[in-house]
């Protein structure tokens, strides 16, 4: 795929504003796209899609395959007939700028089961729509709906506290399993259905108006999921089902003590043995959602940062040489099918980044992030315009980090004097100086979070690494969406030629 120069925003579907509770794949969602459109943007990026759960990050998912339930619109099944507005009696009280994810799961999850409760007197299209749905996507959906079945009968305990026959997936006990929880089975299909039936939906809608959709491939995948358990020889998992090593990095920007993130980690070999076809299908699908991907921590495929199973902190680990070149050519080969042209991804090279991280990055012409609010320490900083190369993608800020705002009334003095001067603003409007600052480079994608587009403080950060609790709860409201932003971003995006 070529790039071609374009921006965008970054606003995860969860931030959408709304009646229930959290951003949806609903009308807001469509007139997100209808406004993102009339800005001249050609870009919007989400984060990860996954069904998500401990701590509600994105990052950490039950599948790296399968979609979030809680994304699924109640309007759209309000229309299909599977929910009527009486449905909605006792609908809580929302907060309208922030996500309670206990309040609104238990709630949510209760009307998606009256939904597939009803989903039996549908009309007879729609059945075969789903039948059609779960056959092309049997692979990964199967193993799925069992996994999520399955953690329902424990009490949502992790797999690794199950029995050892369903550990272990012996045959009889997974046969038994499946008649015994056959109609969670069903139910756990029917959301995935949903989600994928409403999200093509989206898409094409975003597609058809100039909008492409940047999605995100963690490298990683959490050890609570269908992914561990159906495939436990594709990671280094120890007799009892626990991981033997885990993933992290080093001591960092974000961290003193490094960033512990427990994820197992890769049997890379084995991986190399199967031709990586669970990576290969794992591509083919995150690319039936979206465009392009942004390959998170892309440093990882180099070289990886190995903790021991059961480390406090991820302070004393090793660094260990990831799958390289061989993984991107199997997915060139694989994705590609032997046409020319490159991976539509963007490689998230950030953090600790060494010579074979470039080479390996450069080698397959991947564009890789520069972060504008990282960059005012000196002007030698790769991340200052003047230092960017057309194969880049320029952010003001990410999710990772705070607010363009709420850097600024933080950072050091010396830094935010530099700032100033090097984008010769008095800071009034810290923000956009930022998002003209990325804008007028030579970046061929510039992409800010809706929040440094909102001017946003610090309150609306939407994670902080290795902080639990209060992440990934940011929502945008109803009447952010004005005519008048539209209008300032689209004076830029024609200034700059994007």
């Known amino acids: ?88 009696a006792d609908m809580p009280a929302f907060d309208a700028s922030r996500v309670d994810f206990g309040l609104l799961i238990p709630w949510k ?28 996507n049997a692979s990964w959906l199967d193993d799925y709906a069992l996994f999520m079945a399955l953690k329902e009968a424990h009490g949502g305990g992790a797999w690794n506290e199950w029995s050892e026959d369903l550990r272990k997936r012996k045959p009889a006990a997974l046969k038994k399993a499946r008649a015994e929880h056959a109609e969670r089975i069903q139910r756990h299909c029917f959301y995935q259905f949903l989600f994928f039936r409403q999200w093509h939906k989206l898409r094409d809608y975003a597609n058809a108006r100039g909008i492409k959709i940047i999605g995100d ?18 990671f280094f998992l120890g007799k009892d089902s626990l991981p033997t090593v885990v993933a992290g990095v080093p001591p960092d920007y974000f961290s003193a003590t490094g960033q512990l993130w427990g994820n197992p980690l890769y049997r890379w070999k084995v991986h190399k043995e199967t031709g990586y076809a669970w990576w290969l299908e794992r591509f083919r699908t995150t690319l039936s959602l979206v465009d ?29 040489k990831g799958p390289g070149a061989d993984f991107f050519r199997a997915m060139n080969k694989g994705l590609l099918k032997g046409k020319n042209g490159r991976l539509p991804i963007i490689a998230e090279d950030l953090g600790l980044i060494t010579p074979d991280v470039v080479k390996l990055r450069d080698d397959f012409d991947l564009p890789g992030m520069r972060i504008l609010q990282f960059g005012f320490d000196s002007a030698k900083n790769p991340f200052l315009p003047h230092n960017y190369i057309p194969n880049c993608v320029a952010y003001t800020g990410s999710h990772d980090n705070d607010t363009a705002l709420g850097w600024y009334r933080t950072a050091p003095e010396h830094e935010k004097d530099f700032a100033r ?10 923000a956009w100086d930022l998002i003209r600052g990325i804008w007028s ?36 409201r109803e009447s952010d969406l004005t005519p008048q932003l539209a209008d300032r971003l689209k004076e830029l995006n024609e200034l700059y030629l994007r």
């Open 1 to 88: 795929m070529k790039f071609e120069r374009s921006g965008g925003i970054l606003l995860h579907p969860t931030s959408l504003p709304g009646p229930y509770g959290i951003g949806d794949l609903g009308p807001q969602a469509y007139r997100f796209v209808d406004w993102l459109a009339s800005s001249g943007c050609k870009l919007w990026q989400v984060l990860p899609l996954g069904p998500t759960g401990y701590g509600d990050s994105p990052y950490q998912c039950f599948s790296a395959f399968a979609g979030n339930p809680y994304l699924i619109s109640f309007d759209a099944l309000i229309e299909d007939g599977l929910l009527t507005k009486d449905d909605f």
């Open 109 to 136: 999850l209760g009307l998606l089961q009256k939904a597939f409760s009803r989903f039996s007197s549908a009309p007879d299209a729609l059945h075969a729509e789903y039948k059609k749905f779960c056959k092309q």
């Open 217 to 234: 491939i963690p490298i990683f995948i959490a050890y609570d999921s269908a992914d561990a358990w159906a495939n436990a020889e594709l």
């Open 292 to 320: 392009i991907v942004r390959l998170d921590h892309f440093r990882g495929f180099a070289g990886y940062w190995e903790v021991k199973f059961g480390a406090p902190t991820a302070e004393h680990g090793r660094w260990v």
């Open 421 to 430: 001067r090097y984008l010769r603003v008095d800071g009034s409007d810290f």
């Open 441 to 476: 480079s030579v970046a061929v994608f510039a992409i800010t979070p809706m929040q440094d587009v909102l001017s946003l403080g610090s309150e609306a950060r939407m994670n902080f690494p290795s902080k639990l609790g209060g992440n990934w709860e940011w929502r945008m």
